[in-house]
Structure formats: C-alpha cells, structure tokens
C-alpha cells in the first residue's frame, strides 16, 4: 500500500533521554514534514524538507533534530533539550505545493 | 510569518443542519488553502483545498470559501452527520510548509 508510515505509536521516554521517531513514505513525494500537536491545539510545525539532504526549522524546532539522508526518509530525534517533549507527533508528506499527506502519528510520554 | 485562526473553537449543530466553520489567516502572500478533518487518534485527512485564483470550490457535501480581501476561509458542510463530528483544521501555505489554525471541534447530535 502507499502511504506514510510512523513508528512507533506509542513511546515511552524517560528523562535526559533522546528518542527517535519513525517516518517513512513511498508516495515518492519530495517534500516532508514534521509536526508538533498538544491537546486540544492546533499542529505547530517542528521541521521540514524540500529536498534530500536540506531542511529548515520550524516554529518549534528547539530540542528537536532531524535527518533527510533519503527520499523516503525523514526520522525526527526528540533530544533531551526539549522540556515538554510529551505531545502527539505527525509527520507529513507532499508531491509539492498540494495537500500533505499524514501518517497516523506517535505519541511521546514522559514517564 | 504566517499566522492561523479560527473564530470558534467549537461548533454544536443538529443532524441534517449544515455547519459552517471559519479560518482567518495573516499573510496576503498565502496562496494555497486546506481544510482537513482529524478524528480522535488518527494523522488529519484531506477533505478539500482551493488556491488563491478561486473563491469557491465544491466537493461531495463540502464547499469552501476563500475572500482573499478580508483573508477569511470557511468550510461548509450540507446536511451535516453523526460521522462529521471530529476536529477541522484549515491549512495555509504561501509556497513552503502548511501553517495550521488550531482546530474547530464539530459535535453532531442525532
């Protein structure tokens, strides 16, 4: 099937740790995202790629980290700078300047 | 920078009501436009989008707004289901990511 998948749904990390997020695509689309969303808020951008190997901040990318070495690829590292990291994370997915796509998210606790 | 917002966090209506939902967005440049529906759990799903050289456009039970003078969007749902309650979205982008607005929760009673 094509689509947008993340990984895991649910994770679990403890304090002064860093965790990483899945994201994976084979839609071929060239642009990717990452977004931040809290309960009962709407979706803040954390990071984006256009292209392989170059991408931008967000609105949010303090304590964030992310890698686009490959097209269908785009992991997020929650790093442990970020001092609320407990949100429901998405990642999205675009052929362009068209709708994005999205995966069914994870969602990060910190235990 | 591009900002998003919407007019009312919620919206209840009655089965069969159609329901309208409203988004204002900042920045003149904005060119492209989503609305999409987010279920309890689950990543948001398109519903419809319209670019800056439309003001309306129609889809299955959906059409959209755009007055590009005032930067004002809406969704309109007819005949508004059980099924269309969720979380609504609009999305802006002036040629790079999509800016979200926070969100309109619709709650249909039967």
């Known amino acids: 099937d094509g689509g947008i998948t993340q990984s895991p749904k649910y994770l679990f990390r403890k304090e002064g740790q860093n965790v990483t997020l899945s994201c994976e695509q084979n839609?071929?689309?060239?642009?990717m995202y990452w977004y931040r969303q809290d309960p009962g808020q709407g979706l803040r951008l954390i990071y984006y790629?256009?292209?392989?190997?170059?991408?931008q901040k967000g609105d949010i990318a303090e304590g964030y980290s992310v890698s686009r070495e490959k097209k269908e690829s785009f992991p997020l590292t929650v790093t442990s700078a970020q001092k609320n990291p407990t949100a429901f994370y998405l990642c999205?997915?675009?052929?362009?300047?068209?709708?994005?796509?999205f995966g069914q998210g994870t969602r990060l606790t910190v235990v | 920078g591009e900002s998003v917002g919407l007019h009312l966090p919620t919206l209840s209506v009655q089965e069969g009501d159609n329901s309208i939902i409203n988004c204002a967005y900042s920045?003149?440049?904005?060119?492209?436009f989503i609305w999409y529906k987010q279920e309890s759990g689950k990543g948001p799903q398109f519903i419809i989008d319209?670019?800056?050289?439309?003001d309306k456009r129609q889809g299955q039970r959906v059409t959209v707004l755009l007055n590009k003078t005032v930067k004002h969007l809406s969704l309109q749902i007819a005949a508004t289901q059980p099924g269309d309650s969720a979380v609504y979205f609009c999305a802006v982008s002036a040629g790079t990511a999509l800016i979200f607005g926070k969100g309109t929760t619709l709650s249909v009673s039967s």
């Open positions: 920045n003149s440049a904005s060119d492209y």
């Open positions: 999205a997915s675009s052929p362009g300047q068209r709708e994005a796509f």
């Open positions: 790629s256009q292209i392989v190997n170059d991408f």
């Open positions: 319209i670019r800056s050289n439309m």
């Open positions: 839609l071929n689309h060239d642009a």
